[in-house]
């Protein structure tokens, strides 16, 4: 009974051997020869594959403090040395730097500040898209004309105080102290 069991595993083994060996021949037809090549490659290499997470295109809008051209083609050139980097574009007057490509933020914001430049993440956002725009928080005359300091809107977080008249209370039966001239 044992190599009765033994023989049919084989036999299972061996046509999914064959069926896998169909798929794959379907599959490196399908591939061409630069995607077989590749996969082979993959196949007949190390054991241990580190999979690299994919970074999303992306516009990175920096605040970097430039005072001439020589500041200017520093942090450009400083940038645009970042893997992943498509295009650069420093608008002195604003003092803004525009990053696009395949970069993460957090990695050009440290570039930017290892040229010896103070750099942030750019704060500000046209004032049409903030609820008050001159209020204290929001307002801040550094800021290039149109825009504001970017704000946090606070989560509500559900307690409704109602605002009850003074005058209604004041003569009111139910309150103790009120007064007492009727």
Known sequence: ????????????RSIQV???AEQTSIIFYEMGVGGT?????????????????K?????VELKVRMDCDGCELK????LSSLSGVKSVEINR???????????E????????KSTGKKAEIWPYVPYNLVAHPYAVPAYDKKAPPGYV??????????????????????????????????
């Not at 490659?41 to 580190?50: N, V």
């Not at 942090?75 to 400083?78: E, P």
């Open 105 to 112: 933020p957090n990695k050009v914001l440290k570039k930017a």
């Open 149 to 182: 300091r970017r704000v946090e809107v606070p989560a509500n977080t559900g307690t409704l105080t109602r605002y009850e008249d003074p005058y209604i209370t004041m003569f009111s039966d139910d309150n103790p102290n009120a007064c007492s001239i009727m």
């Open 18 to 20: 064959l069926h896998n």
């Open 1 to 12: 009974m044992c190599k009765a069991k033994s023989g049919v595993k084989d036999l299972k």
């Open 75 to 78: 942090v450009k050139n400083a």
């Open 93 to 103: 007057k604003q003092q803004k730097v525009t990053v696009t490509g395949y970069v």
């Open 55 to 59: 970074k999303q295109f992306q516009t």
């Open 37 to 53: 090549l590749e996969y082979l490659s993959d196949l007949m290499g190390s054991g241990y594959h580190h999979k690299k997470k």
